[in-house]
């Protein structure tokens, strides 16, 4: 079996995220693993006169990106918690950084890019960018453990990029090689 070494992936790489569409963007620093998955979704057409489907049509798709984030800072933990780290950190001159968590708030999506250096060759990357998603796990959650790192889970489930240019619409991510 032939193979090529250098096309083999190891480890992790950086993720910024910003409030879509053009929010600034955020390097939410040390992570501790994380899984981009994507699903399609296809409905096989068939008919009476063949035993087999005639075609296929994709009917839908979901994706999700998982991620766990070390660095506690607050545009983080907004992040986490589904809301816009750039309006809903406030400050007070006792409590610099201030977030309420709880309140009833509209949808905040994300762009978000990911940054993954190529294993052989460390000037070449992989980037994955999630055109418009949202945290949307089951809240935000964060373990309290007295010899081991403070994780923050997060679940970003991706959309269709309503921004998009005509034909594109319904992209949801794209990987692409930067040398």
């Not at 079996?1 to 992936?9: D, F, G, H, I, L």
Request: glycine share 8%; charged share 20%; net charge negative.
């Amino acid at each position: 079996m032939a193979y090529t070494a250098e096309n083999v992936q190891l480890g992790e790489g950086t993720l910024s995220v910003r409030v879509f569409p053009d929010g600034p963007w955020t390097d939410v620093g040390a992570m501790l693993g994380g899984e981009l998955t994507y699903t399609p979704e296809f409905k096989h057409i068939e008919c009476g006169e063949v035993m087999a489907a005639i075609t296929t049509i994709m009917i839908g798709e979901e994706g999700e990106l998982k991620v766990n984030m070390l660095e506690s800072t607050s545009r983080n933990l907004a992040i986490a918690g589904g809301m816009n780290p750039d309006t809903d950190i406030t400050g007070t001159a006792v409590s610099p950084e201030y977030i309420e968590f709880g309140d009833k708030h509209d949808p905040v999506f994300y762009n978000i890019k990911y940054t993954q250096p190529q294993t052989a060759d460390t000037t070449k990357n992989f980037v994955y960018n999630i055109f418009k998603c949202m945290a949307a796990g089951s809240g935000l959650s964060i373990a309290f453990a007295k010899k081991d790192e403070q994780v923050i889970e997060v679940t970003f489930k991706m959309f269709a990029n309503s921004n998009a240019a005509v034909g594109t619409l319904n992209k949801m991510w794209s990987l692409s090689r930067e040398f």
